[in-house]
């Protein structure tokens, strides 16, 4: 029997590269969806075939996809580093290995950070659009050096954002429940002990942690009423971090300097999504991981990953332990 792959990540199949030729010279048949997909896709397309293995990104794996493709499925490989969207627990529970790609995208993602940063301090998206409607004119926009960047979660990702702040004379303070002393001290990041501490003195907060229980809807109008006014937030993680209705309506109210986001809480968005409307929120359809160079780190990884485990080999990365 020809083992065969659900492959759904759209990077993956839309950019070239030696990624797909690893796929085709293992022999397997590659079934194609185009995600994010929703459980009830999901449960449609393993009621269809039976896979031996998944090459995923932000889909709804939850248990009862993966109950519903046992017994055959043996691996399920993340394009990718988050897994909030993957029911680890029941992988688990049900014995299926879940490999990941840790990094392989933090340059790209943190270069993405700084340029929505740029985008927002200099007004960049509203000149653009004036100079192509034949509209000469200059806006007065703010300079980086200087300023107090707060950077939420120092992982990989949160780290390269750090270096990028130096280079511009950025003040850099951080927020991490693990800290590297190390790091901080040769790059002078400063640490506050609380989230709190960080929003009140920043000019610049961005968001680079996990998606918990515990940090869904981290931005918030609570934290929002503590932040400098003009303070700009970005959100390159998750759009569940933050809630965007209190952010819409601080932008409309010009409490917040700006929103740059890559992410939002549901993807594709509504067409009513409350910051559509809203001045000074620079939007990106989640592509801060997506440059020819990261995606062949990624899908290369995600199909080694996947190769290997199929072939009783230890993945590059496995997340749970099985």
């Known amino acids: 029997m020809k083992t065969r792959i659900l492959l759904t990540t759209t990077s993956f199949q839309d950019t070239p590269g030696e990624h797909h030729a690893m796929l085709e010279r293992a022999g397997f048949e590659v079934v194609r969806d185009r995600g994010p997909l929703p459980e009830a896709r999901m449960l449609d397309l393993v009621a269809q075939g039976d896979f031996d293995g998944w090459i995923i990104g932000d889909d709804a794996i939850t248990r009862a996809v993966i109950e519903k493709s046992l017994p055959r499925l043996k691996v399920i490989s ?171 309506k601080a932008l409309q109210e010009k409490r917040l300097g700006g929103y740059g986001a890559d992410v939002l809480e549901q993807e594709p968005p509504p067409k009513d999504h409350p910051l559509f409307g809203c001045p000074n929120a620079v939007l990106t359809p989640h592509i801060g991981s997506r440059t020819y160079e990261s995606v062949a780190r990624q899908a290369g990884m995600a199909a080694q990953n996947l190769i290997r485990a199929l072939n009783g080999q230890p993945a590059l990365a496995q997340a749970n332990k099985v």
């Not at 014995?95 to 927002?120: D, I, M, Q, R, S």
């Not at 950025?170 to 901080?184: E, L, P, T």
């Open 78 to 248: 993340k394009y990718g580093i988050g897994l909030d969207k993957v029911d680890l627990k029941a992988a688990t529970e049900l014995k299926v290995p879940v490999c990941f790609c840790p990094g392989v995208n933090h340059t790209t993602v943190a270069e993405h950070t700084f340029g929505l940063l740029l985008a927002l301090s200099r007004d960049l998206v509203s000149a653009c659009n004036l100079v192509r409607r034949g509209e000469w004119k200059r806006a007065t926009g703010h300079e980086l050096m200087g300023k107090t960047l707060a950077v939420l979660g120092m992982g990989r990702i949160g780290k390269e954002v750090a270096l990028r702040a130096r280079a511009f004379s950025m003040h850099v303070i951080g927020f991490d429940q693990y800290w590297d002393f190390d790091f901080a001290r040769h790059f002078g990041v400063a640490r506050v002990e609380t989230v709190d501490e960080a929003i009140q003195h920043a000019d610049v907060i961005t968001l680079h942690m996990n998606l918990s229980p515990e940090t869904k809807n981290l931005i918030n109008a609570r934290r929002i009423a503590k932040m400098k006014k003009d303070a700009i937030i970005l959100n390159t993680a998750r759009g569940e971090l933050v809630d965007s209705a209190a952010i819409a």
